[in-house]
């Protein structure tokens, strides 16, 4: 069955960096666009960034443009978002997501399969 596992969310201080892995198993991975969102204690879901599928093109909210990063490595079949000059304002829990064939789409529904998640906390 297909399985994304994200790791490396923790604890920064704000204007720190962190980067989240999402290993993804039981799909080929190169065929899917992947994307990151994320959601805070009260608030939606949100989205963050997304590669499509060819990794030729991103997306990324504009709260997160020229501070994040997102990345793929086919052979590896891991999709990254590296995170520079954190805010208080981007504690959340980051979810990776996956869907075939497709651009880096910014709408959850849009999405087939979800990781639980992984907690990054920014203090100020």
């Known amino acids: 069955q297909v399985q994304l596992v994200e790791s490396g969310g923790g604890l920064v201080q704000a204007g720190g960096s962190l980067r989240v892995s999402c290993a993804a198993s039981g799909l080929i991975f190169r065929n899917y666009a992947m994307g990151w969102f994320r959601q805070a204690p009260g608030k939606e879901r949100e989205f963050v960034a997304a590669?499509?599928?060819?990794?030729?093109?991103?997306n990324y909210a504009d709260s997160v443009k020229g501070r994040f990063t997102i990345s793929r490595d086919n052979a590896m079949k891991t999709v990254y978002l590296q995170m520079n000059s954190l805010k208080p304002e981007d504690t959340a829990v980051y979810s990776c997501?996956?869907?075939?064939?497709?651009?880096?789409?910014?709408?959850?529904?849009?999405?087939?399969?979800w990781g639980q998640g992984t907690q990054v906390t920014v203090s100020s």
């Open positions: 997501a996956a869907r075939r064939w497709a651009g880096p789409g910014t709408e959850a529904n849009e999405y087939t399969y």
């Open positions: 590669i499509s599928w060819t990794g030729g093109s991103t």
